[in-house]
């Protein structure tokens, strides 16, 4: 099967906090329509990674490309127009309406202080419809349950109509019940949409049910990097994640499970 081209490109990336390397020449790959989860322990990288991709953090060597340019050397709307990047626990100004937090998806396409058009208004109602937020437009942010506040941040993603969603702990903070319905929510919208989606994902079995392709972090480099069944292995867990684990096949969803049964402490 021919492999998809690749949308962003990460080229012996380096980057420090002070005098603390968090990458130490990493490359990677972001394959076009695939959704691509990012796992480590804590301090791997990964959300470095992710925010160095969307240019949100500069490196100190290294390029990142993408569709080939140098990621730096891009207009910021040109980039703001290509990806779209959810942080982790974004905070909501204080006061405002779903519907106006969405509507910040249209900056980069006529600005901050432009009137918003008939085609702007359109394409808010429609990632509001899509994330099952119609109901809810008028309400403000900061009175949502957690579930709801995550759906009302992607569609501020969707509305600013980019071909790549870089989403940073999508799931933090929520309970399993809402963290699975944001899960669905973006694996639908990425089929139905042909998207692009990088996820940083602490729970493995969610990264092995959802995504089609696994990137493991260690210490600011890349230890592994395929699909998750070539990825989740008990070898994998218990170098790199510190646990002894059982690895099997969800009877239901047919996705690789990890069972973690003790620490790996040998």
Excluded at 9 to 19: M, N, S
Excluded at 27 to 36: C, F, H, K, Y
Excluded at 192 to 205: E, G, I
Aim: hydrophobic residues 45%.
């Amino acid at each position: 099967m021919a492999t998809e081209p690749t949308v962003l490109c990460a080229q012996e990336l380096h980057v420090r906090y002070g005098e603390t390397p968090v990458l130490a020449g990493l490359a990677a790959e972001v394959r076009t329509g695939e959704m691509l989860a990012l796992v480590g322990r804590n301090g791997s990288g990964k959300s470095t990674l992710l925010r160095t991709l969307a240019r949100l953090l500069p490196a100190d060597a290294g390029t990142v490309l993408l569709d080939g340019a140098d990621i730096a050397r891009l207009p910021t709307a040109q980039v703001a127009q290509r990806l779209a990047v959810l942080p982790q626990g974004p905070v909501p100004p204080a006061g405002i309406t779903v519907r106006e937090l969405v509507e910040h998806g249209r900056f980069p396409h006529r600005g901050m202080f432009a009137r918003a058009t008939a085609d702007d208004r359109r394409v808010v109602q429609e990632a509001l419809d899509l994330t099952g937020l119609a109901g809810y437009a008028d309400r403000y942010v900061d009175r949502l349950s957690g579930g709801e506040r995550q759906r009302a941040w992607i569609a501020l993603t969707l509305a600013q109509q980019t071909p790549v969603l870089l989403l940073d702990e999508p799931t933090t903070f929520l309970d399993i019940g809402h963290q699975l319905e944001v899960l669905d929510l973006v694996d639908r919208l990425r089929r139905d949409r042909a998207l692009t989606v990088v996820l940083v994902l602490h729970d493995l079995n969610q990264a092995a049910r959802y995504c089609d392709r696994i990137v493991a972090l260690d210490q600011g480099r890349v230890v592994a990097d395929g699909s998750p069944s070539s990825v989740v292995t008990p070898e994998f867990l218990a170098s790199h994640f510190g646990v002894h684990a059982t690895v099997t096949t969800d009877p239901v969803t047919g996705s690789v499970v990890c069972l973690p049964y003790a620490a790996a402490t040998d």
